[in-house]
């Protein structure tokens, strides 16, 4: 089955670590999105890519970094740098551009011990 | 700068009622405005989207309506089931074409 996925579903961080959150997908999509959902806010842009080897800031890109080295893969590192990242994490994908449908994962949850 | 408003942020109704939910937008110059349905820890599930030159888009029991004028778009629900309880949101394009988010609202029908 086609469809975007993401490891793991929970994550921990200690204080000064960096974590990285996987996204991988098989639908051949060119464009990719990582996203940071806190409880009664919409969803803000934390980077995105519309090509391999390339990639753009969001709205919140502090704290975060991204690689985008293969079509299907799109990791993102939450660094020590970003100091309140307790938050639920969706990656997304779409096929061109913004009049094509966006598909999501299944979310990494992210909490500070 | 676009802002995109969700209200009421929670809505409960008795199964098999008709619903509207409710998305408003600042700026009405948009591509398009998206529909998704988020369950409760998961990603969210495309569910319409309506092109900036349509009225509405119907899915099975779901109809998304537009009206860019008045910066406003609906979501009516027939018939609702309790596998309709889920979290709703919206979305439309800004002019870097990137998604700006409502909050959503959280729908609950009760068997």
């Known amino acids: 089955d086609g469809g975007i996925t993401q490891s793991p579903k929970y994550l921990f961080r200690k204080e000064g670590q960096n974590v990285t959150l996987s996204c991988e997908q098989n639908?051949?999509?060119?464009?990719m999105y990582w996203y940071r959902q806190d409880p009664g806010q919409g969803l803000r842009l934390i980077y995105y890519?519309?090509?391999?080897?390339?990639?753009q800031k969001g709205d919140i890109a502090e704290g975060y970094s991204v690689s985008r080295e293969k079509k299907e893969s799109f990791p993102l590192t939450v660094t020590s740098a970003q100091k309140n990242p307790t938050a639920f994490y969706l990656c997304a994908s779409r096929i061109g551009g913004t009049n094509e449908k966006l598909f999501f994962g299944s979310g990494t949850q992210l909490s500070v011990l | 700068k676009q802002e995109v408003t969700q209200i009421p942020a929670a809505l409960s109704v008795p199964e098999g009622e008709n619903l509207v939910l409710n998305c408003s937008f600042t700026d009405s110059a948009i591509y398009n405005l998206q529909w998704f349905r988020q369950d409760p820890g998961k990603g969210l599930t495309s569910l319409l989207l309506i092109q900036s030159s349509q009225r509405e888009q119907t899915s099975g029991r779901l109809n998304a309506s537009l009206d860019k004028s008045s910066g406003r778009s609906t979501l009516y629900i027939a018939a609702s089931q309790p596998g309709d309880s889920a979290t709703y949101l919206c979305a439309v394009p800004d002019s870097n074409y990137q998604l700006i988010w409502g909050a959503g609202t959280k729908l609950i029908i009760k068997p």
């Open positions: 890519s519309q090509i391999v080897n390339d990639f």
């Open positions: 639908l051949n999509h060119d464009a």
